[in-house]
């Protein structure tokens, strides 16, 4: 037997129970991430996306089971060295809020530069430097950068929300509704450019979305969330094939089968080759 470790998921959720008060909304709940992936995870109004998304970023605590992000429990037994220890995983990822979350006092550049500052031990200089290089990396000129949220277009918030996310070189970026509010060609742009990010930072990705086309055109897995369980876990073709009311409904309707005319036909294509 080799000495190596295999190594851990990314993210791993192993019976996972969420309870308010006699209200169960996940129920032994179990799901793996592993490195490299884009994985969406979707479910029907109720299921418990953002709720289970806050457990993943340590911002709530399940009734019970365990969450680990980076092979590191999010709530150990032992609670004396949580905070250090969290604040530790968190320089580790990167969040993208469904509105972007800026800063409305701060310009963009100080949005930014805002993660940075906190460490309290880069000079300013390398700051300027790495804000630049990534409002550049998704698309911000030196000029807008020091606009104040106020004057940006939706597209741009959502740039400039995504350079602050990947401030810190994370290795994990959660997106909430990345594509949400934008119009056709926006929502084209920002999914061209988390896949082209995706690939130049080997980034392990999860979001939350309801877009279909999002969905198609970025997972490489998808995690349906419905009956208090994710029911279904694979790529977006395997997933399809799934039987189950929530999965027919969302996936399997007209809006679900123009959206997956892309990834069908390579399907058909393989089976018959």
């Known amino acids: 037997m080799s000495s190596e470790q295999t190594t851990p998921d990314i993210i ?15 129920q032994d709940l179990q799901l793996a991430v ?29 009734a019970r089971g365990v969450v680990r992000v980076f092979g590191e429990d999010l709530n150990p037994k032992d609670q004396a060295d949580k905070g250090a220890d969290l604040q530790q995983l968190r320089n580790r990822w990167g969040m993208l809020f469904q509105h972007g979350a800026l800063f409305s006092a701060l310009t963009v550049f100080d949005n930014v530069a805002q993660p940075m500052r906190e460490l309290r031990y880069l000079p300013e200089d390398l ?55 934008l119009d056709p060609n926006l929502s084209d742009s920002f999914v061209e450019l988390i896949r082209n990010l995706h690939e130049q930072l080997c980034l392990t990705v999860l979001m939350i979305t309801h877009d279909l086309d999002t969905i198609f055109a970025l997972s490489t897995q998808v995690a349906v969330l419905a009956d208090k369980h994710v029911v279904a876990y694979g790529p977006p ?37």
């Open 34 to 62: 592993k490195r490299g992936e884009i994985v969406s995870l979707v479910g029907g109004s109720g299921a418990g996306k953002t709720t289970l998304l806050r457990q993943m970023l340590g911002l709530e605590k399940p």
């Open 127 to 181: 700051i300027r430097d790495a804000v630049l290089l990534k409002l550049d990396m998704v698309g911000i000129s030196v000029a807008d950068s020091q606009k104040m949220p106020a004057e940006l277009s939706g597209g741009m918030v959502k740039r400039v929300a995504l350079a602050r996310a990947l401030a810190l070189e994370p290795e994990l970026l959660f997106l909430d509704e990345p594509t949400a509010g």
């Open 237 to 273: 073709a395997a997933v399809l094939k799934v039987e189950h009311p929530f999965i027919r409904e969302f996936f399997l309707g007209p809006r679900g089968q123009r959206a997956a005319i892309d990834i069908r036909k390579p399907a058909r294509q393989a089976s018959t080759s």
């Open 12 to 26: 791993e959720i192993d019976g996972l129970w969420t309870q308010f008060d006699d209200v169960v909304v996940h």
